[in-house]
């Protein structure tokens, strides 16, 4: 990962830029630049994992233009070789492609990019900034105003606070131009569906994915892997040990008592022959993590914060003890092919219409909590599953098809593979689990008896109606915002609600994010 930083031109000082900006130096430990463009301050923290050298630090210029851009674009050198009719380059970023393109395309860059990116530019001729962020959100930006109404933008929010007295998140799939947020992609909507029929959706599935692991694979800075023993990590691991001519290494991570991950993730890693290691973590650590993880992550989510406290420990056991600099992850697998809550969708309609929801607003959750525990360690998030043609064509299948009506939730993703051998049958059919109960049933429920210690009943009652938008509606939940109150004061707006089963529907109406509660859990925590 890296962070960048542009004041539009509010006459904050360089000094105060400066620490603002320094807040998130985790995420580019590498080098740091800040420069005047304009009225304005653009700023970067690298992190070196395209083009090693130091001619590949940003911002980059051409001419009077500039750029700072925290992403990967992938088919790069492709791109590369056609601009080079026209422009010279310097170093091997596949970011310095950025003002050329801006050069040749304008705004109708955004939408030919095969990339996860967050970026701000400098355009000389009309003496402006441009923002833009992908389709999906992988890649963080926020904005706020600050003196004059002048726009700020910022890698993280902690960045703006202080500078800012509303920070908001960029929308994915949008560019900022002249004071409008355009959006330039809707991926998480499907205009038609496709009619394709089972099997050779299946066979599509098989081929995107393949191919969204594939070109994820390519990094002059080392890589590895989160394997949870889940289906979503074990099919990325799986499909990238294929393709690797060494083990690829692989890390897991579990409670002291009662993992259940951590066995499956064995499991898979022996059948593989991936470089396999296990984190082991207890109440303890876990407790004593809480105010950082909420603090790194910005948010009060109770579902990403604990599904955070596993994914931030091992990480920073890899920071720590490896030279790793690039993480693939499973993420967003849930959201296109469903939830364990998603069995009780009352029709395609409404299992599509949920899709949609969770795609639009992933970069909160889910995605965000990818982001932050990864990057706060000095490492970089690839997600195979947000691969742009991999999340469209998903999208476009006929819900009918993805609907569980097979007795077996993500049919289409197991069926996809099951004739590749690509992992153990037990792997490709395993129950699904969420991250947070598999590292350890244990870990939740200490948190929640944390929770319940902190606040008396009539406690809770009173201080809960302190906040709004949303309420918390349990002592974890009131735990957890009043931390994040004390790190991001009044800017709850961040998050648009809690990431809960969609309570309008029979089966859904729980109290608690953990799919324990559902009662089609079954042996998922076995």
Known sequence: MCSIMVDTGSG???????????????????????????????????????????????????????????????????????????????????????????????????????????????????????????????????????????????????????????????????????????????????????????????????????AGVEKRLVSDAKVGFLLSGGLDSSLVCAIAQKYSSTPIKTFAIGMDKDAIDLKYAKETAEYIGSDHTEVIINKDIVLSSLEDVIHLLGTYDITTIRASMGMYLVCKYIH?????????????????????????????????????????????????????????????????????????????????????????????LRHAFEKDDLLPQSILWREKAAFSDAVGHSMVDDLKEYAEEKYSDEEFEERRHLYANPEPFTKESLLYREIFEKFYPGQSQMVVDYWMPNKEWKGCNVNDPSARVLSNYGNSGV
């Open 320 to 412: 720590e003890n490896t030279d790793i600099r690039v993480l693939l992850t499973g993420e967003i697998s849930d959201e296109l092919f469903g939830y364990k809550y998603t069995d009780f969708a009352p029709s395609p309609e409404e299992f599509q219409k949920e899709a949609e929801k969770r795609i639009r607003e992933i970069h909160m959750y889910d995605v965000l909590r990818a982001d932050r525990c990864i990057s706060v360690n000095s490492l970089e998030a690839r997600v195979p599953f947000g691969d742009l043609d991999f999340v469209s064509y998903v999208m476009s299948i006929d819900p009918k098809l993805k609907m569980n009506t097979y007795g077996k939730g993500k049919y289409l």
């Open 12 to 210: 904050i000082s360089m000094d105060k830029f400066s620490e603002a900006f320094s807040a998130t130096v985790s995420r580019g430990p590498d080098a740091t630049r800040i420069i005047r463009k304009g009225s304005g301050i653009m700023g970067f923290h690298r992190l070196s994992i395209m083009g090693l050298t130091p001619s590949g630090m940003q911002p980059f210029t051409l001419g009077d233009d500039a750029v700072v851009c925290n992403g990967e674009i992938y088919g790069f050198m492709k791109l590369k070789k056609e601009l080079e009719k026209k422009y010279s380059f310097q170093s091997d970023s596949d970011c310095e492609l950025l003002l050329p393109l801006w050069r040749e395309y304008g705004v109708d860059m955004f939408r030919r990019l095969d990339a996860e990116y967050a970026l701000v530019l400098y355009d000389s001729a009309s003496d402006s900034f441009i923002a833009s962020r992908d389709p999906i959100g992988i890649r963080p930006l926020y904005y706020g105003y600050g003196d004059g109404g002048k726009i700020i933008f910022a890698s993280e929010a902690k960045n703006l606070v202080g500078i800012c007295d509303r920070i908001l998140p960029f929308p994915p799939g949008h560019y900022y131009k002249d004071g409008e947020f355009i959006p330039y992609s809707e991926i998480y909507h499907a205009s038609s569906y496709s009619k394709d029929d089972r099997e050779t959706a299946c066979s599509k599935i098989r081929q995107k994915l393949i």
